[in-house]
């Protein structure tokens, strides 16, 4: 991999930035839901960390697991609100 | 080392804390938290470049949620 720029190290830490902004907010928040929407958050800062470093297969078999997961616990959520 | 190594170091450490000290004592709520330091430790495999453990734990974490789904779906059904 060649010598990144300037302002791509700042995007690269924007996006580390954006991904444990999710992590403490799922930690923190006491909704199921809000949960599940700040682990989608992480999964939106990871993603672009994925495909800068090459891996676009990587990113596209992420991309179908990171929902898959969500609708499972999204069952169970629906199943404790009843 | 790489940015995505220590944002991977610092999610592994806090969804590990709250995972285990959650703020409401609930297993749903425990599974979810689970998710947070998954994506800490993929972070790491990723600054280490190991494609195939990216790929593995990825699928396995997947695996281990819909199981353990199933478990507290069963066991609050008793």
Same mark, same amino acid.
């Given at each position: ?38 682990i989608?958050?992480i ?23 990171i929902?898959?997961s ?13 | ?8 170091? *610092?999610l592994l *450490? *806090?969804g590990?804390?709250?995972t ?11 599974? @979810?938290n689970l998710e947070i330091p998954a994506f800490g430790l993929l972070l ?13 734990f990825i699928?396995v974490s997947t695996?281990t949620t ?5 478990? @507290? ?6």
């Amino acid at each position: 991999m060649g010598r990144r720029g300037r302002g791509m190290n700042t995007l690269l830490l924007l996006f580390c930035a954006i991904a444990l902004i999710g992590g403490l907010y799922a930690g923190y928040a006491r909704d199921p839901y809000a949960k599940l929407i700040a682990i989608g958050i992480i999964g939106g800062g990871i993603m672009p960390l994925i495909i800068v470093r090459g891996y676009v297969d990587v990113a596209a078999a992420l991309a179908l697991i990171i929902p898959l997961s969500t609708i499972f616990v999204l069952q169970l959520c629906k199943k404790g609100a009843e | 080392m790489s940015p995505e190594f220590f944002a991977g170091l *610092i999610l592994l *450490i *806090i969804g590990t804390w709250v995972t285990a000290f959650p703020r409401d004592r609930e297993y749903l709520t425990r599974l @979810i938290n689970l998710e947070i330091p998954a994506f800490g430790l993929l972070l790491v495999a990723l600054s280490f470049d190991e494609t195939l453990a990216l790929l593995t734990f990825i699928a396995v974490s997947t695996l281990t949620t819909f199981v353990l789904v199933l478990l @507290i779906e069963r066991r609050s059904q008793e």
